[in-house]
């Protein structure tokens, strides 16, 4: 994959506790900045999932209820999966 080059500005504070830690990890600064926006972008797209997956939970019985009827009505429509199961419409 090819590289490019950013240029970012911080306190000396800063670079000095991520040129500690690469250290630390045994890894080059620029390894270290990678991995930490990796693993910063692979947070983000884990909470959303975990977001929407909470979301189903709440509005489960909306959704089977709304859509459920009309998959129903429909003379060939499959039973979908939850349909049957106690405490389910």
Same mark, same amino acid.
């Given at each position: 994959m090819a590289k490019t080059q950013l240029n970012v500005r911080v306190d000396e504070a800063t670079a000095e506790a991520a040129r500690a830690r690469a250290l630390q990890r045994g890894v080059s600064m620029n390894r270290y900045i990678e991995e930490l926006v990796l693993k910063d972008a692979g947070e983000i797209g884990q909470t959303f999932v975990e977001a929407a997956s909470d979301f189903m939970?709440?509005?489960? $019985?909306?959704? !089977?209820?709304?859509?459920? $009827? =009309? $998959? $129903? =009505? !429909?003379?060939? !429509? !499959?039973?979908?999966?939850? =349909?049957?199961?106690?405490?389910?419409t």
């Open positions: 939970k709440q509005y489960e $019985r909306v959704f !089977a209820e709304e859509f459920g $009827r =009309e $998959r $129903r =009505e !429909a003379p060939d !429509a !499959a039973p979908t999966p939850h =349909e049957g199961l106690p405490g389910t």
